[in-house]
């Protein structure tokens, strides 16, 4: 299962090495029927391209409220990608593969 993780560089040896990763949030409420498939459909996407490539937070809108209007949420399930609201309702897998495998290529 994708894990949530921190910090984005690391050095070692004298020579810095930076390790790449998205920033994907997911915002969920309680008593949304469909936040649990996006969750498990996002979670899958992560994992099928690598889950060392992103941090991804899964937060409950109602405890995020000012984050969540501060980056545009207005339903839920809403997913963010480096601060972008990139799908403000609940996609498929392969849609998730698309637009993760899009903001990949924007850090590497």
Same mark, same amino acid.
């Not at 994708?2 to 409420?29: D, N, P, Y």
């Not at 990608?81 to 637009?99: M, Q, S, W, Y």
């Given at each position: 299962?994708?894990?949530?993780?921190?910090?984005?560089?690391?050095?070692?040896?004298?020579?810095?090495?930076?390790?790449?990763? +998205? /920033?994907?949030?997911?915002?969920?409420?309680?008593?949304?029927?469909?936040? #649990?498939?996006?969750?498990? %459909?996002?979670? #899958? %996407?992560? $994992?099928? =391209?690598?889950?060392?490539?992103?941090?991804?937070?899964?937060?409950?809108? +109602? $405890?995020?409220?000012? &984050? %969540? +209007? $501060?980056?545009?949420?207005?339903?839920?399930?809403?997913?963010?990608?480096?601060? $972008?609201?990139? &799908?403000? %309702?609940?996609?498929?897998?392969? /849609?998730? #593969?698309?637009? =993760?495998?899009?903001? =990949?290529? #924007? +850090?590497?």
């Amino acid at each position: 299962m994708a894990r949530e993780t921190e910090g984005l560089c690391s050095v070692s040896g004298g020579t810095s090495e930076i390790r790449m990763t +998205v /920033k994907v949030e997911l915002f969920t409420a309680d008593f949304c029927s469909r936040c #649990r498939s996006a969750r498990t %459909a996002l979670v #899958r %996407a992560i $994992e099928d =391209l690598g889950q060392e490539r992103f941090e991804l937070r899964l937060l409950d809108v +109602v $405890e995020e409220i000012d &984050h %969540a +209007v $501060e980056v545009g949420v207005r339903a839920t399930p809403a997913i963010t990608v480096d601060g $972008e609201l990139v &799908h403000p %309702a609940r996609p498929t897998v392969d /849609k998730f #593969r698309v637009i =993760l495998r899009d903001h =990949l290529a #924007r +850090v590497q």
